[in-house]
């Protein structure tokens, strides 16, 4: 005797026009968390197509991305579904903003630092300094890496010494 295989359920809707329970198989968990996350049930994530065959509903991926609800699928906007999927497509997370914002203000922090105060590398202890030879010719002790600051740098920074 063979056995067909068990198929998870299609998401399709009971004969009263109610949305039957969703099996969300595997994703389960990360369904649960994501409604604990956003406060609200997951919507269900079809409805009927033009044929009668489920299609993507766009509530549901308005609230896959965490936006409020009706942010595209209000009914005063009047927008097609097509649209709407269009514009979640085109759409940005705000938790993907947010993170892409920090990383952009954290980098223009460092790129707005005075020269006059650079960063100091980290080092194993910041105070025992350690005592460099002077190179044969009267070259730089400066260690590898470090650039001495430029004429007008320094005179902003208040450093009055002559370079001879």
Known sequence: ?????????????????????????????????????TGRPAPYPTQ??????????????????????????????????????????????PQQAAHALRLLLDDLSHLHRSPCHPTV???PDRHSRVSRPARAGGGSTRPPGTARASTATRARCGDTRSRR
């Open 48 to 93: 009927p197509g033009r044929h009668g065959r489920p299609v993507l509903a766009p509530r549901f991926v308005e609230w896959l991305m965490g936006l409020p609800p009706g942010w595209v699928t209000a009914e005063h906007l009047e927008l097609p579904r097509t649209a709407q999927l269009r514009a979640l497509g085109n759409g940005v997370m």
């Open 121 to 123: 590398s980290p080092t």
């Open 1 to 37: 005797m063979i056995v067909a295989p068990a198929r998870a359920p299609r998401g399709r809707h009971a004969v009263r026009g109610e949305p039957s329970p969703v099996d969300w198989g595997e994703y389960a968990a990360a369904v649960h968390r994501w409604e604990l996350i």
